[in-house]
Structure formats: structure tokens, C-alpha cells
């Protein structure tokens, strides 16, 4: 059964930062794209990033890029999202989810097979 657990949301101020983990387990996913997702309240889901398989490639959303960056470790089947500057528009339930049948990067939400619970992120103007 495959499994993703978020950790590492909280309340932080403007200008903080935060890293989120996302602890995958049931599958070997070194062969998967992952991908953060985030829904504030009243809104719709997001995306936020997504990493390939391997590593190498990574790609953001234009509201996130050059604050945030996502990495993963395939050794520890670990996928995380380190959040610099944050802003009180950050304010979101942040999820992690697994693509099983893409290894490149993927910001289509439709094609994420598995997500997890999500973790909160609030930040304080």
C-alpha cells in the first residue's frame, strides 16, 4: 500500500522559512516524478513544483520560483520543499503526491496517482 506522509508545516512570519518533508513508502518511487501541491482555504489545489525521477530536473510555479526548491532523496524515499521568504499568500495546506507513470517532471494535478494527507503552512503578515 502506498503511503505519503507530509511533515514540517507550522506558523512562521513573513520572511521565514520552512522545509516540508514527505516520507513515501509501499513502492520504490526512484523511478517516479513527485510533485507539492497547496490549496489555501476557498481556493482550488495548486501546483507548487515537481521533480523528476532522478533528481535533476525541476520546475515551479511562477507565484514559488526563486523562493522555493524541491529535492529528493530516492535513497531515503524522501521528497522535499524548502520555502524561503514566505509570504502570508504561502498560507495553504501543502501535499506531496507520487506520478507513477511519468519519470519527468509533471504540474498536472490529473496525473498524480497517490497524495498525502497535507501539512499546514501559516504565515503571519
Known amino acids: 500500500q502506498v503511503q505519503l506522509v507530509e511533515s514540517g508545516g507550522g506558523l512562521v512570519q513573513a520572511g521565514d522559512s520552512l522545509r516540508l518533508s514527505c516520507a513515501a513508502s509501499?513502492?520504490?518511487?526512484?523511478?517516479?516524478?513527485m510533485g507539492w501541491f497547496r490549496q489555501a482555504p476557498g481556493k482550488e489545489r495548486e501546483f507548487v513544483a515537481t521533480i523528476s525521477s532522478t533528481g535533476r530536473t525541476a520546475s515551479y510555479a511562477d507565484l514559488v520560483k526563486g523562493r522555493f526548491t524541491i529535492s529528493r532523496d530516492n535513497a531515503k524515499n524522501t521528497l522535499y520543499l524548502q520555502m524561503n521568504s514566505l509570504k502570508y499568500e504561502d498560507t495553504a495546506v501543502y501535499y506531496c503526491?507520487?506520478?507513477?507513470?511519468?519519470?519527468?517532471?509533471?504540474?498536472?494535478?490529473?496525473?498524480?496517482?497517490?497524495w498525502g494527507q497535507g501539512t499546514q503552512v501559516t504565515v503571519s503578515s
Open positions: 509501499g513502492r520504490t518511487f526512484s523511478s517516479y516524478a
Open positions: 503526491a507520487v506520478a507513477t507513470r511519468w519519470g519527468v517532471v509533471v504540474d498536472s494535478m490529473e496525473r498524480y496517482d497517490y
